[in-house]
C-alpha cells in the first residue's frame, strides 16, 4: 500500500447508525486531516491532527467524532448524521515542516457517504 | 478574511486546444501560499504547484504554466495542447504563512473537460 488509503470507499447509511471512516497513511508524514467536500461547495476542513494531537475543529458538530491513535491513522466516527452530511469525506497527510502554511497535501480517494 | 475564487464552473475545450483556469484570491497576510490541485474522477487530489508569496515568477512544467500576478491577486494555470487525460476538477487554494493548521482555503475548482 502507498500514499493514503480511504475505507470505505463508499457507504450508506441511516440517519440513527452508528459507522466509522478510516484512513491510513503510509507517507511517514506527522500530520493528517479531514476534509468535507460537498457537491457545489468549496472544500471544508474539519480536523487536523499533528502528532496525534487535534490542532483543529473547524466548528464541526459533534455527530462527527475524530480519533487519531498513531500518526499513521485517522479515524471520523459518525452518529446520528443528516441527510445534508452526505458528502465526499476525504482524508490528507502532510509533513509538517515548521512552515505549516507550506504544507503539501497528499488525499486519500475519499469516502462517499449517503445518508438516508 | 481569506477567500479563493474560481469563476469558471465548467470549460469544455477539443483536444491540442489550450485552456486557462482563472484563480483569483484575497486576503489581507502580506505572506502566503498558493496551491493548484487537480481531482481527476478517481477522487484523489493531486498537488500540482505550491507558490509563495514573494515569488512572482511564471513557472512552467511541462504543458503546465502558472500565472502569478500579486498586482491583481490572480493564480492562473494554463495548459497547453490539452489532452483527454487533462479532463478532471482543477483547484486554487490559499494558505496564510504560519498557518498552524495547515488550513488550505479552497476555490469552489472549475471542472475541465477535453474532449478528443
Known amino acids: 500500500e502507498t500514499g493514503v488509503t480511504q475505507t470505505p470507499r463508499h457507504l450508506v447509511m441511516g440517519m440513527t447508525n452508528k459507522k466509522s471512516l478510516k484512513c491510513e497513511q503510509h507517507l511517514g508524514h506527522n500530520a493528517m486531516y479531514w476534509y468535507k467536500q460537498s457537491a457545489k461547495k468549496p472544500l471544508e476542513l474539519m480536523f487536523v491532527?499533528?502528532?496525534?494531537?487535534?490542532?483543529e475543529n473547524n466548528s464541526v458538530p459533534s455527530r462527527f467524532s475524530p480519533e487519531c491513535p498513531n500518526s499513521s491513522h485517522l479515524f471520523l466516527h459518525l452518529h446520528t448524521l443528516q441527510p445534508e452530511d452526505s458528502a465526499l469525506y476525504l482524508c490528507?497527510?502532510?509533513?509538517?515542516?515548521?512552515?505549516?502554511?507550506?504544507?503539501?497535501?497528499?488525499f486519500g480517494a475519499g469516502s462517499r457517504l449517503t445518508v438516508l | 478574511a481569506q477567500k479563493v475564487t474560481q469563476a469558471q464552473t465548467e470549460i469544455s475545450v477539443v483536444e491540442k486546444e489550450d485552456v486557462t483556469l482563472d484563480c483569483v484570491y484575497e486576503t489581507r497576510d502580506t505572506t502566503y501560499y498558493l496551491f493548484w490541485y487537480k481531482q481527476p474522477p478517481s477522487g484523489e487530489l493531486v498537488f500540482l504547484i505550491r507558490?509563495?508569496?514573494?515569488?512572482?515568477q511564471n513557472e512552467i512544467s511541462g504543458r503546465y504554466s502558472w500565472n502569478f500576478q500579486k498586482s491583481t491577486s490572480s493564480f492562473n494555470f494554463t495548459i497547453t495542447a490539452s489532452q483527454v487525460v487533462d479532463s478532471a476538477v482543477y483547484f486554487c487554494a490559499l494558505s496564510e504563512w504560519y498557518n498552524q493548521g495547515g488550513k488550505l482555503i479552497f476555490g469552489q475548482g472549475t471542472e475541465l473537460s477535453v474532449k478528443p
Open positions: 491532527y499533528n502528532f496525534k494531537e487535534q490542532t
Open positions: 507558490r509563495n508569496s514573494f515569488d512572482e
Open positions: 490528507a497527510s502532510s509533513q509538517d515542516g515548521g512552515t505549516a502554511g507550506a504544507n503539501v497535501l497528499t
